[in-house]
């Protein structure tokens, strides 16, 4: 008796084993083992695709974004070289790491720039210490910092009118560019 038990729980462990075996991978089709290659079907042509040109793919990708994206400002308050990042949005940290890690010679220019209060001297010094702020964000981020340049424009090259507060708060900004 305790044979025939054992005997019936061996069947009854290698016919769910086949059974499970026979559903997911003839029914279901799951069982293919993966290959390092990705297939695109396109008409009646398949495409096959490595892992390097998937990634370039992305970088692509990732470019296309950055270059849509335009120049991103930070905004800082009066005589601060420390400022509101938000603007920055992770996404878009995201393909910056994807692009500057798959293209070392690609850099970022960061330029502080300030309102009219202060001295012109005050002010330079000021906007390098904004740009230098943002270079710390974006180091962070996981931006190498070899290919972050960066620079202050003072107070020459306002954004909008110093004769406003509003204008004065829109001119104390830092602007980041990317060059691929």
């Not at 340049?149 to 829109?170: C, I, Y």
Request: aromatic share 8%; glycine share 8%; proline share 2%.
């Amino acid at each position: 008796m305790r044979q025939l038990v054992f005997f019936l729980t061996v069947l009854l462990v290698l016919w769910t084993a086949g059974a499970s075996y026979w559903y997911v991978c003839k029914v279901r089709c799951d069982c293919k083992t993966m290959d390092v290659t990705t297939d695109e079907i396109q008409g009646d042509s398949v495409i096959v695709q490595t892992p390097e040109q998937l990634l370039m793919a992305a970088v692509d990708e990732a470019k296309a974004y950055l270059s849509g994206s335009g120049v991103q400002k930070g905004f800082f308050a009066s005589s601060s070289a420390e400022g509101d990042m938000s603007g920055v949005s992770d996404e878009y940290l995201k393909k910056l790491k994807l692009v500057f890690d798959n293209n070392p010679s690609a850099k970022i220019e960061v330029t502080g720039h300030a309102d009219i209060t202060g001295s012109e001297a005050f002010n330079l010094v000021l906007g390098l210490q904004r740009a230098e702020y943002v270079k710390t964000f974006l180091v962070n981020a996981g931006i190498n910092a070899e290919q972050i340049v960066t620079s202050s424009a003072g107070s020459s090259e306002p954004a909008a009118s110093n004769s406003t507060s509003e204008g004065r708060a829109a001119n104390r900004r830092t602007e980041i560019k990317v060059i691929i």
